[in-house]
């Protein structure tokens, strides 16, 4: 599994950070969350997918 962060939807809401520090960090200079992997470890898909879910703009995006 891949994930990409759409930038333009973004709200810098840290949510996505809270769920799963391990694939996501916050850039406090750009006030946005960055993906720090590039391939997702098979034992925190689920906590991605719970990330994307809870994004409220839809800025996560997963490609499996």
């Known amino acids: 599994m891949k994930v990409r962060i ?3 939807l973004c709200m810098g ?3 996505c950070n809270k769920v799963c ?3 996501f960090e916050y ?3 750009q006030f946005l969350s960055r993906v720090l992997v590039d391939e997702v470890p098979g ?3 689920n906590q991605v997918r719970k990330a ?3 994004c409220a703009p839809g800025a ?3 490609e499996e």
Request: proline share 5%.
């Open 43 to 45: 034992h925190l898909e």
């Open 6 to 8: 759409d930038y333009d």
């Open 13 to 15: 809401d840290r949510n």
């Open 27 to 29: 850039d406090q200079d």
């Open 52 to 54: 994307a879910r809870e």
């Open 60 to 62: 996560i995006i997963i």
């Open 21 to 23: 520090p391990e694939v």
